[in-house]
Structures are given as structure tokens and as C-alpha cells.
């Protein structure tokens, strides 16, 4: 996906109406622009679908973490402590991956949603440009659009990268070690 943005990216960047350049004629710039805000229009359904498949992974560690918890507690029923402790470092580890991701998706939602902005509003330039007499407003409106777009999809292409974790490890084992004391006392409640 992030190949995807530093295509389109680049596909702004080298647009036929890029900042600095001569005015063209109406009919041409209509032309053209046509093209890109449809070319634009198919890249913000890929981000829609992008973030379809985001919320389908969200559900996927939902299930993950909700095994992994139940499996926590089937090991300290069964009074083995490793297989606690194995299934609440991967208890922890989905849950930050399902933090990040969520993360992740909210970012790209409100991004996206810019991003559908700022294309809807290049239609309508184009739209206005076309019925005007005088290019150059129009134009530089244009350019300006392009611009913001640019910058939204450069934005999206930066929250699909993938992150590092960021949780220490000793840090960690203390956390385990706490979790798995809280889950033996109501355990035992029971």
C-alpha cells in the first residue's frame, strides 16, 4: 500500500499543472484534469479498501487476544506456570499490535477523509474552471489543491509503514509476572 501512495505521490508532483507552470488552455486543462481527479477517485477507493483490510486484521487479533487470554487461564488451572507466561507475552504483544493498528486506522481514516475533501473540491475547481474565461485563478486553485492532496497522500504513505515495538523487555516480565498473580487470585475466587 505504501508503494502505492509514493506512486500516486509521484503522479501528483509531475502533473501536467504543476506550480510555476504556463497557463494552458481551458479545454486542455479540463482534459487533463478530468484524467487525474479520476485517477485520484480510484486512489481513494484503494484507501477505503485499505482500511477495510485494516478493521478485518483488528477483528483477526480481537480473536487472537481472546484466545490467548482464555489459553492464560486454562494454563494456570492446570497449574503450568511456562505456558502462563508464554500465552501472556502473546497476550501483550497482540494487544499492542491491536493498539497500534487501531492507531493506525484512525490516522488513515481522518486522512482519507481529507483526502476525499480535497479531491472533491479539485473536481469542483476543474468544474469552474471550465465555465470561466480567465485560466489563471482557476489554475492556481488547482495547483493548491493538488498541493494539499500531495500532502495527504505523502501522510498516508507514512501511517502504512510499519513500527517497531517499543516495550522493554524487563519491563515486560515485570508485567507478566503482576498479570499472572492477578489471574491466580480470581482464579481462585472462583
Do not use: C
Request: aromatic content about 2%; glycine content about 4%; overall charge negative.
Amino acid at each position: 500500500m505504501s508503494e502505492l501512495f509514493r506512486k500516486l505521490n509521484v503522479l501528483l508532483k509531475s502533473s501536467l499543472l504543476g506550480e510555476g507552470q504556463a497557463s494552458r488552455p481551458s479545454a486542455r486543462l479540463g482534459k487533463d484534469m478530468d484524467r487525474e481527479v479520476e485517477q485520484l477517485h480510484g486512489r481513494v477507493k484503494d484507501a477505503v479498501q485499505h482500511e477495510e483490510r485494516i478493521k478485518g486484521q483488528l477483528r483477526e487479533l480481537e480473536d487472537e487476544i481472546q484466545k490467548w487470554d482464555q489459553a492464560a487461564d486454562d494454563a494456570l488451572r492446570a497449574n503450568t506456570q511456562d505456558e502462563a507466561r508464554v500465552a501472556l507475552e502473546k497476550l501483550r504483544a497482540a494487544k499492542r499490535r491491536y493498539a497500534r493498528l487501531e492507531d493506525d486506522l484512525h490516522q488513515h481514516e481522518v486522512l482519507t477523509q481529507e483526502l476525499i475533501q480535497s479531491v472533491n473540491l479539485l473536481q469542483g475547481v476543474v468544474q469552474e474552471a471550465r465555465q470561466s474565461d480567465s485560466p489563471n485563478t482557476p489554475e492556481r486553485s488547482m495547483a493548491e489543491v493538488l498541493k494539499q492532496a500531495r500532502e495527504k497522500i505523502s501522510a498516508l504513505s507514512d501511517i502504512v509503514a510499519p513500527k517497531a515495538e517499543t516495550e522493554a523487555p524487563v519491563e515486560q516480565q515485570q508485567n507478566i509476572d503482576d498479570d499472572l498473580e492477578q489471574r491466580r487470585q480470581r482464579l481462585s475466587r472462583r
